[in-house]
């Protein structure tokens, strides 16, 4: 079982920046891909960003520009820097494994609160 650990969230003001982590397996980081999620009220759970494991990074069009995903091996984590938040940025925050055999893990999610 992979166990991975989100940490990082609360309230900020629309304009202002926080930064997610994720403690997760060093050899789960370094081999597959890994990324952010999130999930707003009433909606689906939504790509925000990923990491591959050649270092290769794709963000969902929303936050392009915004936020930044980074791996340190050296800590066993990913994070997931967010800056300039708007409201609409306002949701559950959830770190995923993809596995290359197939299999995803999901950490168990941090709360991010844009306030406007």
């Known amino acids: 079982q992979v166990q991975l650990v989100e940490s990082g969230g609360g309230l900020v003001q629309a304009g202002g920046s926080q930064r997610l982590s994720c403690a997760a397996p060093g050899s789960i980081l370094r081999f597959n891909n890994v990324g952010w999620y999130r999930q707003a009220p009433g909606e689906q759970r939504e790509l925000v960003a990923v990491i591959t494991s050649d270092g290769s990074t794709n963000y969902a069009d929303s936050v392009k520009g915004r936020f930044t995903i980074s791996r340190d091996n050296a800590k066993n984590t990913l994070y997931l820097q967010m800056n300039r938040l708007k409201p609409e940025d306002t949701a559950v925050y959830y770190c995923?494994?993809?596995?290359?055999?197939?299999?995803?893990?999901w950490g168990q999610g941090t709360q991010v609160t844009v306030s406007s």
């Open positions: 995923n494994a993809h596995l290359l055999s197939g299999r995803n893990y």
